[in-house]
């Protein structure tokens, strides 16, 4: 499988959500972009974070020195992000691929995040409960399926809110993989025990047909 895991918005949990996924199925793990914190990037949080020997995390496509929009960052660097210059790196393994902030997100004058989405890719959203995310995930959702693409799961983020949760799903009908609590830290014990919860359902998207 390849797994693109996005977001409603920027700081929603992608970075968690990919390390257990990463995690349950001891997958490889590829972030395209990255925007700041090189030398505290979201690989380099993923490798802290699982504890499996399987895992090969790839290098960026692009590493950008300011925290910022993509395209932004770019130009800070005197660079133009060229979607032919971001390669899939190769493998016969189950592959994470991360995105940076929500689909819309620039990466140049004029292709965005959801431009790197590839047909043979199980999208995974992660949502994150906030005033307006409920807006916000209907949004990401209806864009993806404007392209053409499925969500094949969604991932909710923070406390729980029931009511929030059940009329995302029963409106979309999208499969929820799990939820992930606030938790005080995240090391690779949390880690694994979400991966262990969480394993059967990202498994099954394996058998989905999106």
Not at 8 to 25: F, N, P, Q, R
Not at 100 to 126: C, H, M, R, S, W
Request: aromatic content about 6%; some cysteine.
């Amino acid at each position: 499988m390849k797994i693109f895991v996005t977001g409603i918005s920027t700081d929603v949990g992608k970075t968690i959500a990919s390390s257990i996924i990463v995690e349950a199925l001891e997958a490889d793990y590829w972030k395209p972009i990255q925007a700041g914190d090189l030398d505290n990037s979201d690989s380099h949080k993923i490798q802290s974070r699982i504890s499996n020997n399987k895992t090969k995390i790839f290098e960026n496509s692009y590493k950008l020195n300011t925290p910022a929009s993509p395209h932004l960052a770019a130009e800070i660097d005197g660079i133009k992000i060229k979607l032919n210059q971001i390669q899939e790196p190769k493998t016969k393994n189950n592959l994470v691929i991360e995105g940076a902030g929500g689909i819309f997100v620039p990466l140049n004058d004029e292709e965005t995040i959801i431009d790197l989405i590839q047909p043979d890719y199980k999208i995974v959203v992660v949502s994150r409960h906030y005033l307006g995310s409920i807006n916000h995930t209907l949004l990401t959702i209806e864009a993806i399926q404007n392209r053409g693409f499925k969500v094949a799961g969604i991932i909710f983020s923070g406390s729980e809110n029931k009511s929030t949760e059940s009329l995302i799903l029963n409106k979309t009908g999208i499969n929820c993989i799990g939820r992930i609590d606030e938790e005080l830290y995240f090391d690779q014990n949390v880690i694994k025990e979400y991966a262990d919860l969480f394993r059967d359902n990202i498994l099954a998207l394996e058998k989905s047909k999106i």
